[in-house]
């Protein structure tokens, strides 16, 4: 059965915008979602609202979605883990990904060679780091040096293993999630057919490399939820997301898969014109039916009800792009309604 979980957009700030989050962390929590979720920018941190979230809750779990692997050193990154999973009781997911080559390099100062060889390698300094109370560690790599001899006792962390969650949309990514990660973090754009094939596919490929199975990668997908009681506005604003991640080459699997290179390309074209009406009419009504849901507030829980089986857990955002902090939260607002009526129709 698939999970679900929002994510904890602020609104407002100073302490009133961490505040705003942890009222619909909680609002979260009493109707039965699985999970909160934060991200981070080149402006906003994700590991500061989770330490908010974590105080603030008792039972959701709490994850990254996503933190930069690149941000932060491996050392810091497992002190940070350990302490958010303290003060959670145990409830962290560290969702991590390197973002684009070019953000790697223009934003955190490395380089963008091989990203998914260094996921892999940051996922093993963490795991080792994670047990830094039961031995140093001591790792030379391609990307990391670490040698940490603890100079006093270092605390058992709460949990014998923190679960670590990366991003990935293309083959070596999947495969390193496959191999080394607890669960894949899926992209907005991903699409039931295309985690059950070529998702599927590369990560069974990386898990054989690691001689496990590959059930034990938990798949989450994000879907972009338009809610209006203007259904017409409500696929705009679908239509208006998916043209701005349609337009890069990542995806271009996706639309392959599906059947829509052609319509791809018009979009790509329209972008590099920043012709956003061209934009949204070329995306089709099958793209924004498969992609997103683009629905009124009252056929939220019926749309929920029908996504095929594929995901174990969905995060539901609103749409990205194109919306103003108030259409944001109110469209979150419409999303916890939905999934409210979903889960008690579910629990029955």
């Known amino acids: 059965m698939t999970t679900f979980g929002i994510n904890a957009f602020g609104i407002g700030s100073g302490p009133g915008r961490f505040a705003s989050m942890v009222e619909l962390a909680r609002q979260a929590e009493e109707i039965g979602c699985a999970a ?26 709490i994850g990254s979605n996503i933190a930069y692997g690149v941000g932060r050193s491996p050392l810091i990154w497992a002190a940070e883990a350990r302490d958010l999973d303290e003060l959670s ?16 390099e223009a934003w955190h100062g490395v380089t963008g060679e091989a990203p998914a060889a260094r996921m892999a390698e940051l996922l093993a300094v963490l795991k080792s780091l994670w047990h830094l109370h039961e031995a140093p560690v001591h790792h030379d790599g391609r990307f990391y040096h670490v040698h940490v001899v603890p100079t006093a006792d270092v605390p058992e962390p709460v949990r014998p293993e923190i679960p670590i969650w990366i991003a990935g949309v293309n083959k070596h990514m999947l495969r390193t999630a496959g191999q080394h990660a607890d669960g894949l973090v899926g992209h907005p754009m991903f699409t039931t057919e295309y985690v059950r094939g070529p998702v599927a596919q590369e990560i069974a490929v990386g898990a054989e490399r690691a001689g496990r199975q590959p059930s034990d990668v938990t798949i989450m997908g994000i879907r972009m939820c338009a809610v209006d009681e203007d259904v017409e506005l409500a696929r705009r604003q679908a239509a208006y997301a998916i043209g701005q991640y349609a337009a890069s080459r ?26 956003d009406e061209a934009l949204v009419r070329a995306v089709t009504d099958d793209m924004i039916d498969t992609i997103t849901i683009a629905c009124a507030p009252g056929d939220l829980a019926d749309a929920l009800a029908r996504i095929p089986d594929g995901f174990d857990h969905l995060d539901l955002i609103a749409p990205p792009w194109g919306l103003t902090d108030e259409q944001t939260r109110a469209t979150t607002a419409a999303i916890l309604d939905g999934l409210r009526t979903h889960l008690s129709a579910a629990a029955v």
């Not at 990542?250 to 012709?275: C, K, N, P, S």
């Open 250 to 275: 990542v995806y271009d699997r996706l639309f392959e898969l599906h059947g829509w290179t052609a319509q791809q390309q018009v979009i790509r074209q329209a972008a590099r014109d920043r012709d």
């Open 36 to 61: 909160i979720w934060t991200s981070e920018l080149y402006s906003r941190s994700a590991t500061i609202p989770m330490s908010a979230l974590a105080g603030g809750t008792s039972t959701i779990s």
């Open 89 to 104: 009781g145990g409830r962290i997911i560290l969702g991590l990904g390197n973002g684009t080559p070019k953000m790697m």
